[in-house]
């Protein structure tokens, strides 16, 4: 994944708690964990606070550019990130919604159909994929 965003503006917004991102390089100033963060308990916490108005900030920035949200082993059935992610891309044109996912779990808006990319299969083959023809 950090090969794949390698030179590229990048946000992360994740319902993982557990500081994957940031053990992976990722740059902790470019992540929100929207349900909290385990290692330090902390839910609506200056810090959350912080990363929520970042990641506002970023997609302000792109409101009228190019912009790819990449969604990943989000399950069907989880709205909380995926409905407001998918609306946003709905009111912006210019902007792509790609989702990799095991097939039963892929689920998209009928309204960004034409700005979607469906992916299904194996999160990790997918993105070993994606890596290497990149």
Not at 3 to 23: I, K, M, P, R
Not at 61 to 69: E, G, I, S, T
Not at 102 to 122: K, R, T, W
């Amino acid at each position: 994944m950090k090969q794949l965003v390698a030179g590229e503006d990048y946000f992360v917004v994740t319902s993982n708690a557990d500081q994957h991102f940031q053990q992976n390089g990722f740059d902790p100033h470019r992540i929100w964990e929207v349900e909290g963060d385990f290692f330090d308990l902390k839910m609506r916490s200056p810090e959350w606070e912080a990363q929520q108005r970042a990641c506002q900030d970023f997609l302000q920035q792109y409101a009228d550019r190019r912009l790819v949200q990449l969604e990943l082993g989000i399950g069907a059935a989880n709205q909380l990130i995926k409905a407001p992610l998918m609306q946003m891309v709905a009111v912006h044109p210019k902007w792509r919604y790609i989702t990799l996912n095991l097939p039963d779990e892929i689920n998209v808006l009928p309204v960004i159909q034409s700005q979607a990319i469906e992916l299904p299969g194996d999160l990790k083959q997918t993105l070993a994929q994606l890596v290497k023809e990149n």
